[in-house]
């Protein structure tokens, strides 16, 4: 998969199938979109292209009273779009001179500039350009006029849930993940680099890898602790993660802790990915180091039972 900052960096008017988005998140309906877009490029003998913003336009249009944090950051993006058998993502930059771009102006003054476009593959309620002008009708009608085919990708039925990025957020924000995981068709994950801590879980027997965000504009599940893997140079480790204020010992910061539950692991010298499998239970001020060991037992027995059945 070859990788574009912007579209005007496309060289040569490759022919190509198209598809434009956000894509936070990249669950099962942009997965459904994706698959659209190589089954088409392979009917037309065509190139498939993915073209996403960064910011995403989400963010750029959140104000300091409404911080947009992202579910894919556009590093995921990258890594899980490289996964497929895309030939091409571009990476657009979301400005306010973009933001200004009329839907029109954006498929016949930029998308049919640099690309030879022979058909667009969009989702049943996306919408694009200025003011959100641009959707499926808008398409239809642009469509006679400069000759290219469309395609729109029908919702995906599913009984429990609401596969949309709005859903995740909601779902992230009450520590639901395994109805994340659903909705995501993969384990939802946070990356970060180790960090020195305050030694407080080692001196209770359940030593922490202490994880700092690779991005800071990646959202947070609600506060708690969840049964996790940890991938620690290409090595996954079970294990169960805090996320909190350790409000026992009065902690003021927030952060994300993972007791790695079937081996000690030191001196980290690489990146992690903590990936989240299920709900523990909330954060909660304990009475003593006591009581808050014997939760720990209690949780980690939790974490060993679930693998085993996950497993077997």
């Known amino acids: 998969m070859e990788i574009i900052n912007n579209i005007n960096n496309i060289k040569n008017k490759i022919p190509a199938v198209v598809t434009v988005g956000n894509f936070d998140g990249i669950h099962l309906g942009h997965k459904e979109v994706i698959n659209s877009l190589l089954e088409e490029s392979k009917r037309l003998n065509v190139k498939s292209i993915l073209i996403t913003f960064n910011p995403s336009s989400k963010e750029y249009f959140a104000n300091d009273n409404n911080d947009v944090k992202l579910i894919t950051t556009i590093e995921e993006k990258k890594k899980i779009f490289s996964n497929t058998k895309l030939d091409m993502l571009v990476i657009q930059k979301f400005n306010k001179e973009f933001a200004e771009i009329s839907s029109k102006d954006f498929i016949e003054n930029m998308l049919m500039k640099y690309i030879d476009v022979k058909e667009i593959v969009l989702g049943y309620s ?33 009984n429990d849930y609401n596969i949309n990025s709005t859903n995740l957020r909601s779902l992230l924000a009450t520590g639901e993940i395994e ?35 690779t991005s800071s504009r990646k959202i947070i599940p609600k506060i708690g602790a969840y049964i996790v893997e940890v991938s620690i140079n290409n090595i ?12 026992t010992f009065n902690g003021k910061e927030l952060s994300i802790e993972v007791h790695i539950i079937d081996g000690d692991i030191k001196n980290i010298d690489s990146d992690v990915a903590v990936k989240f499998h299920s709900w523990l239970r909330d954060e909660k001020k304990f009475e003593n180091e006591e009581k808050l060991i014997e939760q720990l037992k209690n949780d980690k027995k939790k974490c060993e039972e679930y693998f085993f059945h996950k497993n077997n």
């Open 126 to 158: 996306h919408t694009f350009g200025k003011n959100n002008d641009g959707d499926g009708k808008l398409l239809r009608k642009l469509s006679k006029i400069n000759e290219f085919e469309i395609k729109v990708v029908e919702k995906i039925k599913n």
């Open 179 to 213: 109805k994340v995981n659903n909705i995501l068709g993969r384990n939802f994950i946070l990356n970060g680099k180790v960090i020195s801590g305050k030694q407080r879980g080692r001196n209770l027997g359940f030593p922490t890898i202490n994880l700092e965000q």
């Open 236 to 247: 996954v480790y079970n294990g169960m993660c805090n996320i909190g204020y350790n409000p």
